[in-house]
């Protein structure tokens, strides 16, 4: 715990050297290289650490072991199995080594994500590090992959090429199958957010709600039968983790409606993307194995925080209701308030919750931290 307490900190120092004052392209770029530098030390240099380390390890003996004759492997996808394969091929490679490799998979891919995409990247990278994107990359290694290659398709989806989107996806569920939920997405997050629909929305969400439990019984039935009596379906995690991404989205609700958000394409998407990872954040509340799901929408729960943030900070709100009353908070000390207070609430959620998951051995990158044969 103290490593990560340490990291945290040091992502704060380098946000107050680099970001807090005239930030520039090139200051956010020596921003993002050296934290995600941090962190993929951290990740690349682990021994042990992560509930599916092991399993990864094993695996990737097992292959290199089995050579090329088949591409299957326990019930992994054969993207994954067919990059593992080739890592091994690298002579005197041992899985340490390739934990390294899948380490470089996973930040690099972040990190210039991050730096392309986040108005404001020290936001994006604490939040990357609070909502559990790191510790999952550390943990969900194939599902790590899929992500990686997601980030890449945002770049599509955002632009409105469907096609280009579409492949990307289907290239990343050969890496984990859950990513093709993303090709249903892409049609939802097409509505206009506004308070009529986030009543909507908030009706969908209690009927996901309530629904769950058969509509995961009717798909692993099917799919991933060995699921539908485990622990992964019978029990949820702590609501806690769902706190953050319901204000994030009420909020960003609230403002597209009052015109403070440009409603243009790319932050319309955030917003809808924010909405449906919270509804799957609640309901992992009831099902764990929902969890896995709510990490595409995570990602771009990090990049409309700032977004907020600078809308309030150059908007302010400036508002008139139905019965003509005018609510104006548009003046400078407004829009710096209204700025500063919702980032300030946002942090402070963020690390209460980030540490309530390390108490809990979130993916079980906590617990008995071993840095090759040092331990932590």
């Not at 992560?50 to 299957?72: I, K, P, S, V, W």
């Not at 509509?215 to 983790?241: D, P, R």
Request: glycine fraction near 4%.
């Amino acid at each position: 715990m103290l490593l990560y307490t340490l990291s945290n900190a040091a992502l704060l120092v380098w946000a107050a050297i680099f970001c807090f004052h005239k930030p520039s392209k090139v200051k956010n770029l020596l921003f993002v290289i050296l934290s995600f530098t941090q962190l993929f030390v951290i990740m690349a240099f682990r021994y042990n650490v992560g509930f599916d380390y092991q399993m990864y390890a094993t695996g990737f003996r097992n292959m290199q072991a089995a050579g090329f004759e088949t591409l299957a492997y326990k019930d992994w996808e054969t993207g994954f199995v067919l990059l593992t394969k080739l890592i091994g091929l690298i002579p005197s490679i041992d899985y340490d080594w390739y934990m390294l490799i899948l380490s470089v998979i996973a930040i690099v891919p972040a990190a210039i994500f991050i730096y392309k995409n986040s108005p404001i990247p020290w936001i994006s990278v604490v939040l990357y590090v609070n909502m559990f994107m790191f510790f999952m990359s550390m943990n969900f290694l194939r599902q790590m992959v899929a992500i990686s290659l997601l980030m890449l398709a945002w770049h599509f989806m955002k632009r409105n090429k469907f096609w280009l989107f579409a492949l990307v996806i289907i290239i990343a569920s050969f890496f984990h199958q859950t990513v093709l939920v993303m090709l249903p997405v892409y049609l939802l997050i097409k509505v206009k957010p506004g308070l009529k629909e986030l009543l909507l929305y908030g009706y969908l969400l209690l009927w996901f709600y309530l629904a769950s439990t058969n509509l995961i019984q009717v798909i692993t039935s099917f799919y991933h039968e060995e699921y539908s009596e485990s622990i992964f379906v019978k029990q949820g995690v702590s609501l806690v983790y769902a706190i953050l991404p319901v204000f994030i989205t009420i909020v960003a609700f609230v403002l597209a409606k009052t015109g403070t958000i440009n409603m243009n394409n790319e932050n319309k998407y955030l917003i809808n993307l924010s909405f449906i990872g919270t509804l799957l954040m609640v309901t992992m509340s009831k099902h764990s194995i929902i969890e896995r799901l709510s990490y595409y929408f995570i990602l771009f729960m990090i990049l409309l925080v700032p977004v907020i943030y600078q809308s309030l900070k150059t908007n302010g709100i400036k508002y008139t209701t139905s019965n003509n009353r005018v609510i104006d908070f548009s003046d400078s000390r407004s829009r710096t308030a209204l700025a500063v207070s919702f980032l300030v609430l946002v942090l402070l959620i963020s690390y209460a919750v980030f540490y309530f998951g390390m108490f809990e051995d979130a993916h079980g990158a906590v617990v008995d931290y071993q840095f090759r044969l040092v331990s932590f």
